[in-house]
């Protein structure tokens, strides 16, 4: 069973801050993805990295995918109370679409 | 279009009990998930199916079974009801579709399930 443990579990800030959530495994993806969960609902996907290296981002969230494909980072600037959710880093292995959740990191977004 | 629909969505079950949560969808989608998340914390997969007729354990399947005879629908079984199998539980497909065209795991809004 592939492992991704993502750091922090826990962040609470104030809006306008800056903050990383991280991504890590020992094995390697063909592609990462991130998603965003808030209560009662599934998770929604964010973005899809798919080459070492990669940066993407989407408005104020950048997303990395690391050089080796096994580990990838979330960057948020000036955050906003709307950020506030669960975010969960899933990876592909490549065999049949089975995507390897994270451990997720909640996020606090208090004015 | 629905997407994907799970019922019931929320249930609380004795132990020992069994039950069935339905999970349907409408975008003809191959790949079927189904998922559970304890609090806070990420999603294991417990069976997958690629097709209809085909389904695999998945991370944590014991004390499940699920079938797949159509490709709109995959239920998922649980057989004398445990507190360890309290949890929300996620179905999904994975496929094309969504505004933004890309081929991603979509969700639905999940069963919260208790067992006393």
């Known amino acids: 069973t592939q492992l991704l443990e993502q750091s922090p579990q826990f962040l609470s800030i104030q809006e306008g801050e800056n903050l990383t959530v991280y991504c890590n495994s020992s094995?390697?993806?063909?592609?990462l993805q991130w998603y965003r969960q808030e209560p009662g609902e599934g998770p929604v996907l964010l973005v899809t990295?798919?080459?070492?290296?990669e940066v993407k981002k989407l408005k104020r969230l950048t997303f990395q995918f690391g050089d080796a494909r096994k580990d990838s980072s979330l960057h948020i600037t000036a955050a906003q109370t709307g950020d506030t959710g669960l975010y969960l880093c899933?990876?592909?292995?490549?065999?049949?679409?089975?995507?390897?959740f994270g451990t997720g990191t909640q996020l606090k977004v208090e004015l | 279009n629905a997407g994907v629909t799970q019922t019931p969505k929320f249930r609380i079950l004795k132990i020992g009990q069994s039950m069935t949560l339905q999970c349907a969808q409408d975008?003809?989608?191959?790949?079927m998930y189904w998922y559970r998340q304890d609090p806070g914390m990420g999603l294991k997969l417990i069976y997958y199916?690629?097709?209809?007729?085909?389904?695999d354990k998945g991370e944590v399947p014991n004390g499940y079974n699920v079938s797949r005879s159509t490709t709109e629908d995959f239920p998922l079984r649980l057989e004398l009801a445990a507190p360890s199998q309290t949890s929300v539980y996620f179905c999904?497909?994975?496929?094309?579709?969504?505004?933004?065209?890309?081929?991603?795991?979509?969700f639905g809004s999940g069963t919260q399930l208790s067992v006393l």
């Open positions: 899933a990876g592909d292995t490549g065999g049949g679409n089975k995507l390897t």
């Open positions: 094995s390697v993806f063909s592609s």
């Open positions: 990295v798919v080459t070492g290296g």
């Open positions: 975008m003809n989608h191959n790949y």
């Open positions: 199916s690629v097709g209809a007729g085909i389904t």
């Open positions: 999904a497909t994975f496929g094309w579709g969504g505004a933004a065209g890309s081929e991603k795991l979509f």
